[in-house]
């Protein structure tokens, strides 16, 4: 029996003396060089420890010598060694019965990383037909978000739009910038003079007000310019229309303000649409608003007494100046004469372009051309009622502005050659009521509330009515423009051509005032 029991006991106390005598302290030593023979600084060096996977690392030093000392080492050891720009390196490494120091040197191969061959091409880019942009150094505003914010019944008029956007406003008719007159001002059409007050309200256009530019070509304007595009029809039809009205119910009523035509009725209607006409072929933008405004008009006879008092006349002055008319046989009215002040306006813009675009894309064709049309008619009557005047004295005015421009673009390799021609005419015509010297006459009244004044009334024909003015503007623009080769810099060539003709018939009065 106890001869059994020694057996397993004996060698149980033998692997634990032989499992003592393999753990002992190690160090491992070593060096770390390029292929070439040099050192390698601040390589790390990892030793994992074999079974238990117990691992210290170390950096080599300024001649890539490095040591690495484990306390209970076993001599079966995993080393790793890597370094920036070389090939990492795995080695086993063993004791040797009766050593206690375990040498290794290593030499890293550099890690040249190879690419495949990467074959870049890009084409030249191409001048941008829609040269509507700002460019730099300009100074430039685009009718959008809180600038495009004006009254309903003002869409479309380019004044009212440009007096929304900061640093601009209307002064002597036109544009001023800087305290500028309105008349050191313009406004353009697809970059071309541009004579109309605007344009209907539903056609797709671009609306950008100018007061400094980076491109020469754009000149003729000292203040500011209102510049105008009418945008090309696209591969999606849209429809539009508006239409916005004034009802004298819905105005605060003034017994002065209606005495003298200040509550008014209007009304104004638009619609406009763009697509495809011809698929890949024509496209379209086209629009036309319609307009008329009706209020009271006031002249000296038939204002109220309100509305005379607030003029510094006295209403029964009134009656004898008509008593001395009467008898001087001038007359004080006529059935042509309207009782009403109307204004009517029509207005009507149109493009169409052909293959601006390539099928199926909207990448530009090499060669497009395009045709607008547009035109304004107006027709104010009543034209010069106030109290202080008999109806006599007023007239009518009618206005027509009207042109047509043909747009001829074509691509030649990566140089874009533009031609543009446009003719626009204008009209501007006025007729007096009454065909008659003009008079006036420096009136003295008490007022009723005991009051004096001394207003000057006016009665008989005006020849400062009759009035015509004409003109018309033919010009044509070529320009060509291309990239540089390798650097994004513009070459633009302008050569532009402008013939105005002008003429202007006012007889100042010609029949005389008294």
Same mark, same amino acid.
């Given at each position: 029996?106890?001869?059994?029991?020694?057996?397993?006991?004996?060698?149980?106390?033998?692997?634990?003396?032989?499992?003592?005598?393999?753990?002992?302290?190690?160090?491992?030593?070593?060096?770390?060089?390029?292929?070439?023979?040099?050192?390698?600084?601040?390589?790390?060096?990892?030793?994992?420890?074999?079974?238990?996977?117990?691992?210290?690392?170390?950096?080599?030093?300024?001649?890539?010598?490095?040591?690495?000392?484990?306390?209970?080492?076993?001599?079966?050891?995993?080393?790793?060694?890597?370094?920036?720009?070389?090939?990492?390196?795995?080695?086993?490494?063993?004791?040797?019965?009766?050593?206690?120091?375990?040498?290794?040197?290593?030499?890293?191969?550099?890690?040249?990383?190879?690419?495949?061959?990467?074959?870049?091409?890009?084409?030249?880019?191409?001048?941008?037909?829609?040269?509507?942009?700002?460019?730099?150094?300009?100074?430039?505003?685009?009718?959008?978000?809180?600038?495009?914010?004006?009254?309903?019944?003002?869409?479309?008029?380019?004044?009212?739009?440009?007096?929304?956007?900061?640093?601009?406003?209307?002064?002597?008719?036109?544009?001023?910038?800087?305290?500028?007159?309105?008349?050191?001002?313009?406004?353009?059409?697809?970059?071309?003079?541009?004579?109309?007050?605007?344009?209907?309200?539903?056609?797709?256009?671009?609306?950008?007000?100018?007061?400094?530019?980076?491109?020469?070509?754009?000149?003729?304007?000292?203040?500011?310019?209102?510049?105008?595009?009418?945008?090309?029809?696209?591969?999606?039809?849209?429809?539009?229309?508006?239409?916005?009205?004034?009802?004298?119910?819905?105005?605060?009523?003034?017994?002065?303000?209606?005495?003298?035509?200040?509550?008014?009725?209007?009304?104004?209607?638009?619609?406009?649409?763009?697509?495809?006409?011809?698929?890949?072929?024509?496209?379209?933008?086209?629009?036309?608003?319609?307009?008329?405004?009706?209020?009271?008009?006031?002249?000296?006879?038939?204002?109220?007494?309100?509305?005379?008092?607030?003029?510094?006349?006295?209403?029964?002055?009134?009656?004898?100046?008509?008593?001395?008319?009467?008898?001087?046989?001038?007359?004080?009215?006529?059935?042509?004469?309207?009782?009403?002040?109307?204004?009517?306006?029509?207005?009507?813009?149109?493009?169409?372009?052909?293959?601006?675009?390539?099928?199926?894309?909207?990448?530009?064709?090499?060669?497009?051309?395009?045709?607008?049309?547009?035109?304004?008619?107006?027709?104010?009557?009543?034209?010069?009622?106030?109290? !202080?005047?008999?109806?006599? *004295? #007023?007239?009518?005015?009618? =206005? +027509?502005?009207? @042109? /047509?421009? $043909?747009?001829? %673009?074509?691509?030649?390799?990566?140089?874009?050659?533009?031609?543009?021609?446009?003719? !626009?005419?204008?009209?501007? *015509? #006025?007729?007096?009521?009454? =065909? +008659?010297?003009? @008079? /006036?006459? $420096?009136?003295? %009244?008490?007022?009723?509330?005991?009051?004096?004044?001394?207003?000057?009334?006016?009665?008989?024909?005006?020849?400062?009515?009759?009035?015509?003015?004409? =003109?018309?503007?033919?010009? /044509?623009?070529?320009?060509?423009?291309?990239?540089?080769?390798?650097?994004?810099?513009?070459?633009?060539?302008?050569?532009?051509?402008?013939?105005?003709?002008?003429?202007?018939?006012?007889?100042?009065?010609?029949?005389?005032?008294?």
């Amino acid at each position: 029996m106890l001869r059994r029991l020694a057996l397993p006991l004996a060698l149980c106390l033998g692997h634990s003396l032989t499992a003592h005598a393999q753990t002992r302290p190690e160090t491992i030593r070593g060096r770390v060089t390029s292929d070439s023979g040099a050192a390698i600084v601040g390589a790390t060096v990892s030793a994992t420890m074999a079974p238990d996977r117990t691992f210290q690392q170390a950096t080599t030093d300024s001649s890539g010598r490095f040591a690495i000392h484990f306390a209970a080492g076993t001599g079966d050891y995993l080393i790793h060694v890597s370094a920036l720009g070389y090939k990492a390196v795995r080695k086993r490494l063993t004791r040797v019965p009766g050593d206690t120091s375990l040498v290794i040197d290593l030499k890293l191969s550099p890690d040249v990383a190879k690419l495949a061959a990467v074959k870049v091409t890009a084409s030249k880019p191409r001048p941008d037909r829609d040269d509507s942009g700002s460019g730099t150094g300009s100074s430039e505003k685009q009718r959008e978000g809180v600038f495009a914010s004006v009254a309903p019944g003002d869409e479309g008029n380019l004044a009212a739009i440009a007096n929304a956007i900061p640093g601009a406003s209307m002064r002597g008719g036109g544009l001023s910038v800087l305290g500028l007159d309105g008349s050191q001002s313009n406004a353009t059409l697809n970059g071309m003079a541009f004579g109309g007050a605007g344009l209907p309200r539903d056609a797709r256009t671009q609306v950008r007000v100018t007061t400094s530019t980076y491109d020469p070509s754009r000149g003729g304007f000292s203040g500011g310019q209102t510049a105008v595009e009418l945008s090309p029809g696209g591969s999606i039809s849209s429809r539009t229309a508006h239409l916005t009205g004034d009802a004298t119910l819905l105005q605060a009523p003034s017994t002065v303000g209606d005495q003298l035509g200040q509550r008014f009725a209007s009304l104004n209607g638009s619609i406009g649409g763009s697509g495809e006409l011809v698929e890949d072929v024509w496209y379209y933008n086209s629009a036309l608003q319609l307009s008329r405004r009706m209020s009271d008009a006031p002249s000296l006879l038939s204002a109220g007494t309100e509305a005379l008092t607030a003029a510094g006349i006295a209403p029964d002055s009134v009656l004898r100046l008509t008593q001395l008319l009467g008898a001087a046989r001038v007359p004080t009215g006529l059935a042509s004469i309207p009782s009403d002040a109307i204004s009517q306006t029509a207005s009507f813009a149109a493009r169409l372009d052909h293959t601006p675009y390539k099928p199926g894309g909207r990448d530009p064709s090499l060669t497009t051309w395009n045709v607008n049309v547009f035109g304004n008619v107006a027709d104010d009557q009543a034209q010069g009622f106030n109290p !202080s005047s008999i109806a006599t *004295h #007023g007239g009518r005015r009618t =206005s +027509l502005f009207a @042109g /047509t421009q $043909l747009d001829y %673009s074509k691509f030649f390799g990566d140089v874009l050659n533009d031609t543009r021609m446009g003719l !626009s005419v204008s009209n501007d *015509h #006025g007729t007096p009521y009454l =065909s +008659l010297p003009g @008079g /006036t006459v $420096l009136l003295s %009244s008490t007022l009723p509330d005991g009051g004096a004044a001394i207003s000057g009334l006016t009665f008989g024909g005006n020849g400062g009515a009759d009035y015509s003015r004409r =003109s018309w503007t033919w010009e /044509t623009i070529n320009e060509t423009q291309w990239y540089t080769k390798g650097a994004p810099h513009r070459v633009k060539f302008t050569a532009q051509s402008r013939l105005d003709g002008y003429s202007h018939s006012a007889p100042e009065d010609l029949l005389g005032a008294f």
